[in-house]
Nanobody, 119 residues
Framework: QVQLAESGGGLVQTGGSLRLSCAVS????????VGWARQSPGKEREIVGA????????YYADSVKGRFTISRDVTKNTFYLQMNSVKPEDTAVYYC????????????WGQGTQVTVSS
């Protein structure tokens, strides 16, 4: 059974940094495309970014490009979202996800972690 568990959310001031972690069990993160999405009240879920299974391809939403970075540690079977220069509009519940079929569709999701950016 594949399970994803986010951690690292919390309250951060505008301009600050935060790192979210996603610990994976049941599969190796080295095999899958991994990614992060976020959802704030009244808005649809937005894909923030993704890192391909081979590490060669990344995608970032325009709203976070240059500020957020996804990385992976296969020894810990964990992947991360480094958030720098955060803004109040980054406030949302953040979800990690895995695409195990390599078809650009996320198959497994974590439960979400709240990030709140204070102005």
């Amino acid at each position: 059974q594949v399970q994803l568990a986010e951690s690292g959310g919390g309250l951060v001031q505008t301009g600050g940094s935060l790192r979210l972690s996603c610990a994976v069990s049941g599969r190796s993160v080295s095999s899958d495309t991994v990614g992060w999405a976020r959802q704030s009240p009244g808005k649809e879920r937005e894909i923030v970014g993704a890192l391909s299974w081979d590490g060669r391809t990344t995608y970032y939403a325009d709203s976070v490009k240059g500020r957020f970075t996804i990385s992976r540690d296969v020894t810990k079977n964990t992947f991360y979202l480094q958030m720098n220069s955060v803004k109040p509009e980054d406030t949302a519940v953040y979800y990690c996800a895995e695409d195990i079929d390599r078809n650009a569709q996320f198959d497994y999701w974590g439960q979400g972690t709240q990030v709140t950016v204070s102005s």
